[in-house]
């Protein structure tokens, strides 16, 4: 019996959706257009973790900004063929408040309503030499204008240790300009190679921010 690259491929995702961790197939990590797509996607889980995943499975880089009315949402899918927009299409289709979005090769995930004006704070200039992300985000939250939008919106960061920073990424170093605490979190996120962040709201003025579906 001949299995081909493409069954190899579809099963290792399919290991790697229930919760049994496989690496990933060699050529699996870029662009579309470099990568072996998987011919099946069946899933019925957390979205959080679905889209951790996605980034692995198409090279994408995701922020995710947790709705505060509804911390965990569960998506259920089943895709033939599925390109990255089918399998988000699928997701805030199954999430129904939540919408998505490409922003300059980066997609966002966020709430249809009530999107926190906090993640749009413009960043003045951010310098960073040589360091994790865990430290980066550290250092981009204790910007002047970011920690001005924290008084003025009454938030607080919650420190949720290295348990919800399980990716270990590249050290990096970068210089922004006139970018919003979003997009920098994106350029971040992409630059040290972990892919994925996670907003998230406890509604009472605390907030998180990881690498890691919790």
């Keep these: 019996m001949t299995i081909d690259r493409r069954t190899i491929a579809t099963a290792v995702i399919a290991l790697t959706i229930y919760g049994a961790y496989t690496s990933p197939c060699e050529g699996q990590q870029g662009s579309e257009s470099r990568t072996q797509l998987p011919a099946v996607i069946k899933y019925d889980g957390d979205m959080a973790f679905m889209l951790a995943h996605v980034t692995e499975i198409y090279g994408a880089t995701i922020g995710l900004e947790v709705d505060p009315q509804q911390p965990r949402s ?105 970018v919003t605490l979003r997009q920098a979190l994106n350029i971040v996120a992409k630059q040290t190679g972990t892919r994925f962040w996670v907003f998230s709201s406890d509604g009472k003025g605390r907030f998180s921010i990881t690498n890691s579906p919790r």
């Design 74 to 178: 569960r998506v259920s899918f089943y895709l033939r063929d599925p390109t990255l927009a089918d399998v988000l299409n699928a997701i805030v289709q199954s999430a129904s408040r939540y919408q998505w979005h490409n922003s300059g090769g980066f997609i966002e995930i966020m709430p249809l309503h009530g999107s926190s004006p906090f993640l749009d704070t413009i960043i003045r200039n951010f310098r960073i030499d040589n360091v994790d992300e865990r430290e980066a985000i550290k250092q981009l939250v204790l910007l002047p204008e970011v920690q001005a939008s924290m008084a003025a919106m009454s938030l607080s960061r919650q420190d949720l240790g290295e348990a919800a920073t399980d990716k270990k990424g590249e050290k990096i170093s970068i210089r922004l300009e006139s």
